[in-house]
Every structure is written in structure tokens, then in C-alpha cells.
């Protein structure tokens, strides 16, 4: 195993992180555009509204976790514990 792997693997975690970070808030910010721009348009069987506050409640969801994920850190410290 070489020196740099673990730097590697860092920098990818970090990238994957910021990229479902931009996910969730992507997801919050279309569920908010439904609620509030589609709010008298209904089909048959959904209305855009309701569909607008589940991709809010969804990215909400996806956002703070990965906030979360990324506070807490799992690597143990210089002392080992």
C-alpha cells in the first residue's frame, strides 16, 4: 500500500460528500419552487404542491444527514482512541 492512497481516498469522500451536499439542496430548492409556483396546477392524481413538499421534505432529509455525516467524524484521533 503507498503513501498517497490515503489522501486519495480522503480528497474522494470529500468530493462525494460536497457533491450529495449540492444534491440535497438542489432537491430542497426544486420542492420549494413547486410549492410556491405550482400551487393551483393538479393532475388527476397528484397535486404539484404535494409533490413540491416531498422533494423539500427529501432534500431536507439528504442535506442534514450529510451535514451531520460530515461533522462527525469517524477517524480516531492521534491517541488512538
Sequence with gaps: MNATSGTNTKSAVRGTAARHTAEGALTFLGGLALCLSMDNLSTPV?????????????????????????????????DGS
Design 46 to 78: 397528484l397535486v404539484m404542491a404535494t409533490v413540491g413538499l416531498v422533494l423539500m421534505c427529501v432534500g431536507g432529509t439528504q442535506l442534514a444527514s450529510e451535514l451531520l455525516r460530515s461533522t462527525v467524524s469517524t477517524e480516531p484521533t492521534r
